[in-house]
């Protein structure tokens, strides 16, 4: 049967409490981290691994609120103190793990801990996390496996690798190839479940359980926990506890939203060239309803002087890395792009967000504007809509079970009165659509798309 956790509401207790391996609580010091978030004194005391057992988890929490760190140190806590034995024996006999074969192959990897991400950038996110959690720790590796990278990269990375973070149809592609052997992982964590169902990835969880049904523990993080959701939990766990705090209809205190009703796409690129001229801006994310657009509006926003570059899946792995990299450097400021971001950027210097063409379904509106307001700062959520955008902005607001402040600038004013009311809203609860938390169409295997603590 499974059990409803509620959030702490009493005294917060330090990392050290949560009766985490020494090594773990140096790291998350180092960090600067020093109080768990709600969602992490919740679930890390059910997940950890004591006396053989650790429980199976399902949890659903706010963007933002640390759910990486949440499921990373249980499991990595495991690592450190159940596989010191292999450890050490990977340290006596390195030549024997990794290094090619006499006809070139490379021994097949065999992790221990498998985190499942819908995405290229949230998987690259979350294995940085683990190795930050792993500075002081000796023995375990981290290894990233996602698509739009070539093997060789990553057949060297999964050498003795103790932990793999990947997105599923590469994962399943290197195991067909017999580069990574399934049998001995022990925990599997799947990172924004819903989202790898709306990807089309249900077939390949599947295959994936049937390869690690001898694993001992099964963690899975949504933002959701929607019938279908429900339907693959039950087919993959054992009777899992429930750990359900804030939810994705919660409100976004920290972050402040504005709507603005725009007469026509000219009057909505006025609006949006009046915000991006806002000194208060750190750096700001674009949302584009398609690559075209996001193409088209980030070569103009580059003519008009900005550091502005675009964000999309069309693009190669290796630039998509480097476009990221310059963001998080700060190099550049306006990062135009599709929902490909959505889930998959943690800057706390995002300081604004643009919804500049509507998302295809309403709870990304949700991870969208998540991508400001973090590292317990204050962020700005903004909006441009068109009339036809009526039903969009009602389910958004059905969805969130809050309204959308509308609000108008001087002089940009709409001269169309009807494009307020949004009287065809659908019902609360009836959605339209479907961490280091700091502070479209199904498509098979679409690459749409960190977080960890939260200050």
Request: charged share 25%; hydrophobic share 40%; proline share 6%.
């Amino acid at each position: 049967m499974t059990t409803m956790i509620a959030a702490a509401s009493g005294r917060d207790s330090g990392f050290a409490a949560l009766d985490l391996a020494q090594a773990l609580v140096r790291a998350v010091t180092d960090l600067g981290f020093t109080q768990p978030t709600p969602v992490q004194q919740a679930a890390i005391p059910l997940a950890l691994m004591r006396d053989g057992a650790g429980a199976d988890l399902m949890v659903s929490s706010q963007t933002g609120s640390g759910k990486t760190a949440a499921y990373l140190l249980p499991v990595l806590d495991a690592l450190c103190r159940h596989g010191a034995v292999e450890a050490d024996r990977a340290e006596r006999a390195p030549e024997r793990r990794g290094r090619a074969g006499a006809r070139g192959r490379f021994e097949p990897a065999a992790p221990q801990a498998l985190v499942l991400c819908p995405t290229r950038e949230l998987a690259q996110q979350v294995a940085r996390d683990a190795v930050d959690l792993l500075r002081h720790t000796r023995g375990v590796r981290v290894a990233t496996v996602v698509g739009g990278m070539p093997y060789a990269v990553q057949l060297q990375r999964l050498a003795g690798a103790s932990v793999v973070v990947a997105t599923p149809g590469r994962l399943l592609d290197l195991h067909r190839g017999g580069h990574v052997r399934l049998a001995a992982v022990q925990h599997v964590v799947l990172d924004e479940a819903d989202r790898m169902l709306d990807l089309g990835f249900a077939e390949d969880l599947a295959e994936i359980h049937r390869l690690t049904e001898g694993r001992r523990q099964t963690l899975m993080f949504s933002a959701t926990f929607a019938p279908r959701v429900q339907a693959l939990a039950a087919r993959i766990m054992r009777d899992p506890q429930r750990v359900s705090l804030e939810t994705a209809q919660d409100r976004h205190t920290h972050i402040e939203q504005r709507l603005y009703w725009c007469d026509s796409p000219s009057h909505k690129r006025r609006v949006l060239d009046h915000w991006l001229r806002d000194e208060a801006i750190e750096q700001a994310i674009v949302f584009a309803s398609t690559q075209i657009e996001c193409d088209e509006l980030a070569q103009d926003l580059q003519q008009a002087g900005f550091a502005a570059v675009a964000l999309h899946g069309a693009l190669s792995q290796g630039l998509r890395n480097r476009r990221l990299q310059a963001l998080r450097q700060g190099q550049v400021q306006i990062l135009v792009a599709t929902d490909v971001a959505a889930r998959g950027i943690d800057v706390p210097t995002i300081t604004h967000v643009f919804n500049y063409g509507l998302p295809m379904k309403a709870e990304d509106y949700v991870h969208r504007i998540g991508r400001t307001g973090r590292a317990g700062r204050r962020g700005l959520a903004v909006t441009m809509a068109e009339p036809r955008d009526r039903r969009r902005i009602g389910a958004i607001e059905a969805f969130s079970r809050q309204p959308i402040p509308t609000q108008t600038i001087p002089g940009l004013e709409p001269r169309m009165p009807a494009a307020a009311p949004r009287s065809d809203r659908r019902p609360a609860g009836k959605p339209g659509g479907r961490g280091w938390g700091r502070g479209a169409p199904q498509a098979r295997r679409a690459e749409h798309a960190p977080r960890g603590f939260a200050r």
